[in-house]
């Protein structure tokens, strides 16, 4: 687990370390983790001894202190240290891939695929009434979903997790959306469905959280560039924006060259 701030510090090349308290080795060198800020990848996996921890393990890691490091680790008794190294891979193939238009013959590779799954699920067919669903219900909470579908929340998750390996969907700071290339396979052998279309601008940054997102929405802010249109006084007055939500924005808004309205 690698929380928000900490991979978009990885993304920034500020942070190339991790300490972990396992029984055995997660992860292995080469390992690529698809993240909110897109591929991070494990440089190297090595058992440490707890006292070998460095005031420069703690910087690279994130640590407020060598001591505080330590800490955190020795909470976990009878289990190993790990250093792990981490980098930025680059952004998630996904994106790409959801930009792609298919023709005929690669939707009708999809449909097959797509009928396997419904072949598969012990849930029954499952994947023509969820990608129905996610383009009518774009931005709903995923509970919200599942149980319009009678279904139990993390179980359809996983399965939405395949549609999207395949470029058909999205995830969005809240909810989903049917990305280009499943608007294509959707509307495949019939007119095209009428949609809202789709917001201009940069989208707000998923490691914000939930509530900050609510808050930002129910204010019309759906975009960065919408955000520097603001203070940092302005957004943590909105509920649910807090000061790390506000600070997590600015880091968004600074690796693409902008910057909140000065107060």
């Known amino acids: 687990m690698i929380r928000p701030h900490e991979l978009a510090a990885i993304r920034r090349g500020e942070l190339d370390l991790a300490f972990r308290a396992w029984d055995r080795p997660r992860v292995r060198v080469g390992t690529r983790m698809r ?3 897109g591929l991070v990848e494990v440089t190297e996996v090595e058992r440490v001894a707890l006292s070998a921890l460095r005031a420069q393990d703690a910087r690279r890691a994130g640590a407020a202190s060598v001591q505080a490091l330590r800490e955190v680790l020795s909470g976990r008794p009878g289990r190993a240290v790990y250093r792990v190294g981490l980098r ?3 952004p998630d193939p ?7 238009i298919p023709d005929a013959a690669e939707i ?9 799954l419904d072949a598969a699920s ?3 067919p499952w994947t023509r009434a969820t990608l129905a669903l ?4 774009p931005g709903v909470r995923a509970p919200e979903l599942a149980a319009e579908l009678g279904r139990e929340t993390l179980s359809w998750k996983a399965d939405v997790r395949k549609l999207k390996e395949k470029g058909l969907t999205e995830s969005l700071a809240i909810g989903y959306r049917l990305s280009p290339r499943g608007e294509a396979v959707v509307d495949a052998g019939g007119p095209p469905r009428e949609r809202a279309p789709r917001p201009s601008g940069t989208a707000l940054p998923r490691t914000i ?9 129910a204010e019309g802010i ?19 924006v807090g000061p790390i939500a506000v600070e997590r924005l600015g880091e968004a808004l600074a690796e693409r060259g902008m910057a909140f309205r000065p107060g």
Request: no cysteine; net charge positive.
């Open 108 to 116: 009708a590779r999809i449909r097959a695929w797509l009928d396997r």
């Open 88 to 90: 930025w891979a680059g």
């Open 134 to 137: 996610i383009d009518r219900s």
């Open 94 to 100: 996904r994106e790409q891939l959801r930009e792609q």
């Open 222 to 240: 759906t975009t960065l560039e919408q955000v520097a249109e603001r203070t940092p006084e302005e957004l943590r007055a909105l509920h649910g």
């Open 35 to 37: 993240t909110a800020v």
């Open 122 to 124: 012990p849930h029954g």
């Open 209 to 217: 959280g939930a509530p900050a997102t609510r808050g930002l929405l």
